[in-house]
């Protein structure tokens, strides 16, 4: 989800059979042949923009604040205010890596898995109990859907397979569900429901063509239904053929289907894939850019974010005899920020129970995808700290040595450990274990139920003390992705390297942990901007500079630091007794909840 920050000529396509918006492309005049590229990733509380050259080196970005709404499970955005944030953005990065116009080659977005209503017209429709307009977006965390995803579970349709064995409350088909049966006018008036980055992308063009990686990770889209009819360097349309029509008639939303699926996506597209004309003339004017340039099929932020970065691997770091296929396959990505994604792609379809996917071509054209995530981990680390006695005292402390929060607390603990003389700073964490699922346990459990668990509370409220409960929370963020990993390949998986990017991927403590915990080694990449270099490569294959998405990632993508676990026997035998005990704090909290329910009988 939202990353933290401490701080050639265009190709026409064959018209289809379906209605134009007022936004709608027109043939491109003057297209440019510039040289850099141009990506766009809208996160949860900003939208940012970057340029990269070819060689994925970034060359200036900016980035603009969104605004949200938040009230209990429900969570909301504006589209209109986005829009405006992404022009913002987008004049603001050219301005900064002095880039004209007619510089910029193509374009691709990014976007949280939100979920976006709009009419006939393209203006918004509510998806608030308040009845704003401007409040038409469901936020990706949003889980005011819970019950609904809960009957959709119960039926067991076939599609649920394909993500983990049921649906998430983050995901569309609930969402969509809770809207029809409480916001009826609402219901009624919307023509489009659309994923964050394909409306970006639609806003753009005008082309309401969707992405498979939206539709398959978020919608239940079997993209697979693809398989040996499409390629990715195939570049027509797809008609959209994997929507499962008796599953949404099953869970009550029949009506999607209907009118040859047009709410939902009549046609779908690889990722990078371009889009009617480019950029119409008046989204061009809005964003300071060429009608005409070149704009890529989207993909979700954290997809993004594992383009950006999944071939970024050191020569010393690579296995001279696997296969380019076989060694892309033992990677996972972790894209870290308000929430965790982890990412891993295989030749082969692997279910595994609790994990999202398997999604044909969601990522990387071709290849299964296999998506794990934790729901709240950037926002933990936040929540920890902010709501503890000291937080106030430790930020004074911080802007007056002008460093973060957390550079703060890194430093404390080595403090910390050298004035108890330790034998390893994790060891500090002895008597504190965190279960990190204050926001659900979204992989490899798959319990949107499950709450967070701190053992070993006392009274101290000191500035060390809340160091000692940051470092336990980034402990039991990293057993949880252990888990996921062990969960992976004890389905079919083969992982045995990792690669960190987002916000939280800048915190050395974080990363090596994380390295010690799962016993594996963590490469960082050269530019921070992993999503956004990803977001750019689908500009640059829509402008026809590579020949798909897997060849634009080996040109773009650039290995940085390599991080490797600690060598020290005891740090493995302390994180194994810690991960114990990790596992064991759900098994009491199903214990704990079953006791209550049949006391509540």
């Not at 970057?50 to 060359?59: N, Q, R, V």
């Not at 005008?206 to 919608?219: I, M, P, Q, Y």
Request: charged share 20%; aromatic share 6%; hydrophobic share 40%.
């Amino acid at each position: 989800k939202r990353i933290r920050s401490n701080r050639s000529p265009n190709t026409r396509r064959r018209p289809r059979p379906r209605g134009r918006s007022p936004l709608a492309p027109v043939a491109a005049g003057s297209m440019s042949h510039g040289g850099v590229f141009l990506g766009v990733d809208v996160g949860t509380g900003s939208a940012r923009a970057g340029i990269f050259d070819e060689k994925g080196k970034l060359l200036g970005s900016a980035s603009s604040p969104i605004q949200i709404w938040k009230e209990k499970d429900c969570i909301e955005q504006s589209s209109t205010d986005i829009w405006l944030a992404v022009c913002t953005a987008v004049k603001s990065a050219c301005s900064l890596a002095n880039v004209a116009a007619e510089d910029v080659a193509g374009l691709g977005f990014a976007a949280t898995c939100s979920l976006v209503a709009v009419d006939a017209d393209g203006s918004p429709v509510s998806v608030s109990w308040s009845a704003d307009a401007r409040r038409n977006i469901i936020v990706w965390m949003d889980h005011r859907a819970v019950d609904q995803a809960d009957r959709i579970n119960a039926r067991n349709s076939p599609v649920l397979q394909y993500c983990g064995g049921g649906v998430s409350p983050e995901m569309q088909a609930p969402k969509l569900l809770w809207v029809k049966e409480n916001l009826q006018e609402s219901w009624s008036m919307a023509c489009r429901w659309m994923d964050l980055s394909d409306w970006l992308a639609y806003r753009a063009t005008g082309d309401d063509t969707r992405s498979l990686c939206t539709t398959v990770c978020k919608w239940t889209y079997l993209g697979h239904a693809h398989m040996g009819q499409w390629r990715e360097l195939d570049s027509r349309d797809m008609e959209a053929c994997g929507w499962d029509e008796v599953f949404w008639e099953e869970i009550g939303l029949g009506d999607l289907v209907e009118g040859n699926r047009a709410k939902i996506g009549r046609s779908v597209a690889f990722p990078g894939h371009a889009l009617g004309s480019g950029l119409t003339p008046t989204s061009a004017k809005e964003l300071g850019l060429l009608p005409g340039t070149p704009v890529g099929t989207s993909l979700i932020d954290a997809h993004a974010g594992g383009v950006g970065v999944m071939e970024s691997v050191p020569e010393a770091e690579s296995k001279a005899d696997l296969s380019d296929e076989e060694a892309i396959c033992r990677r996972m990505v972790l894209v870290c920020g308000t929430s965790t994604c982890h990412m891993a792609v295989s030749k082969n379809k692997l279910f595994i129970p609790g994990v999202w996917g398997p999604f044909w071509s969601a990522m990387i054209p071709e290849y299964w995808l296999t998506e794990g995530g934790q729901s709240a981990t950037g926002a933990l680390l936040d929540y920890i700290v902010e709501n503890h006695a000291a937080a106030p005292l430790l930020a004074n402390h911080a802007a007056s040595q002008s460093v973060s929060i957390f550079e703060l607390l890194n430093k404390i603990l080595l403090s910390m450990a050298h004035e108890q003389n330790i034998p390893f700073l994790s060891a500090l964490s002895q008597d504190t274990h965190v279960l990190p699922d204050f926001h659900g346990n979204r992989s490899p459990v798959a319990d949107p139920k499950s709450k967070g668990v701190i053992c070993g509370l006392t009274l101290d409220t000191s500035e060390k003390y809340l160091a000692l409960l940051y470092l336990a929370t980034i402990q039991g963020i990293a057993y949880g992705t252990r888990h996921i990993v062990e969960h992976c390949n004890a389905h079919g998986h083969k992982i045995d390297t990792l690669l960190a990017c987002g916000g939280l991927a800048k915190n050395s403590l974080y990363i090596q942990e994380h390295a010690d915990i799962i016993g594996c080694p963590i490469i960082l990449p050269r530019e921070n901007e992993s999503v956004l270099l990803g977001a750019s490569v689908l500009g640059a294959v829509a402008a026809k500079k590579f020949s798909g998405i897997h060849d634009a990632m080996k040109s773009m993508n650039a290995a940085g630091k390599v991080v490797h676990p600690s060598s020290d026997p005891r740090v493995k035998k302390y994180h194994d007794a810690k991960y114990k005990i990790f596992r064991s704090l759900y098994e009491q909290q199903l214990s704990h909840r079953s006791t209550m329910a049949q006391a509540l009988q």
